[in-house]
């Protein structure tokens, strides 16, 4: 048996455009994720089945599920995490995703994230930032009016998408809005939703994410805890680290 | 051309007790790993970050549902705080998703220790977009001897 099986529960389109929330930094991904499914009424499509995940399961109307399941209609397939990925299982989780992506044809991955800034709470506003698979690709996101991210380090599941995209030559992007780095950032993730309705045309109403963003808060105490530990493990702080580049 | 003062044996021995101390506190927070709300109390602890410089302890609590003016910081001792806020409205924890838990809460409550030594009437307190953020200026000189 393979490590890792993609268990496909409803017909799969082919040409969607693939999202990924993933725990990582002000849970900016999975806020985003989880407001794209209830925006879209994005029902869910397949979902994870992997003895390298922890042996976890989240019951939804007293029933089993994949902490790792992929919500979709027509034309997306939106991958979402509900518990951080260990540091351990994030090559294989993000191989399996993009190889059964690959074979769905996907016309592109995005992946939502942030990227932590110091004194968030005085921030004004919250820039969005892009890194992209390929020059062609980040040109694509750089002419919709998002800045480019040109040096740094990127951890966590995002990075690891990016960089296989890059190497199989599948387009795409990793867009990060500044966020808190410990801290449910709702905010954040409206921002992101707004450079995604950008790059992929993929457009949803924000007002309600703005509206409930302290219970939003309140709710994901406990997953952004979580991450904190898992952060810490793979030394997330990195981002922060000045880059030297050899060449 | 600045001066850097030579450093004794002494503060070589600080340095390595504080460290000591930062990790066993995070080893101690790990393996007390416990519910993140009181039902008997009716409280829940916010999410909370320590950062130690050379020259103060920051702290940051995520108090979401809450005012400043609800927010209390208490000083238990020379290295522990109390903080509590109550939140503009009660939660259940079926409006938080926990469908098997009867109860409601109303308050954030934690202690947290503050692993150096600071000085705790020095205390700066701020609070924006429902992030209390606290500076408390490090000590200077030699520890006081445990009593």
Known sequence: MSEINIVEKKEIPQGATMLFGFPDVGLVGVIAASHLIEELNLAEVAYMDSTLLPPLIVL????????????????????VSETPVVADAIYPVIDALINWGKGKKVKMMVSLSGMPI???????????????????????????????????????????????????????????????????????????LKSLAKVTGIKVDIAKLLEKGEEIRLKARDVMKRTQEEMSKMKKTQEYDIPMYVS | MAIKKRRTIMDIFDDYFEDFEREFE????????????????????????????????????DLPLTEEKAVQV?????????????????????????????????????????PVPVQMDEMKIRFKKGILELHLPRRRGRRKPKT
Not at chain 2, 35 to 44: C, D, E, V
């Open chain 1, 118 to 192: 110091q004194d968030r709470q005085d921030a004004k506003e919250l820039k969005v930032f892009a890194a992209a698979s390929s020059p062609e690709m980040l040109k694509m996101v750089q002419d919709k009016g998002i800045e480019a991210l040109m040096e740094g380090y990127m951890v966590g599941p995002q990075a690891i998408m990016l960089m296989r995209c890059a190497q199989m030559g599948l387009p795409a992007t990793t867009l990060l809005a500044q966020c808190f780095l410990n801290y449910p950032d709702p905010e954040a993730a409206a921002e992101v």
């Open chain 2, 26 to 61: 995070r080893r101690r927070e790990m393996l007390l790993e416990r519910p993140s709300w009181n039902q008997k109390n009716s409280t829940i602890e916010p999410l909370r970050n320590m950062i130690v410089t050379p020259t103060e302890v920051i702290v940051t609590v």
């Open chain 2, 74 to 114: 208490k000083p238990l001792d020379e290295n522990t705080l109390e903080i509590s806020a109550k939140m503009k409205r009660k939660m259940t924890f079926r409006e938080m998703g926990m469908t098997h838990q009867e109860g409601e809460f109303q308050k954030f409550h934690f202690h947290s220790r503050v």
């Open chain 1, 60 to 79: 939804h109307d007293g029933l089993p599920h994949s902490t790792i399941r992929i919500f979709g209609n027509h034309n997306i397939l939106l991958t």
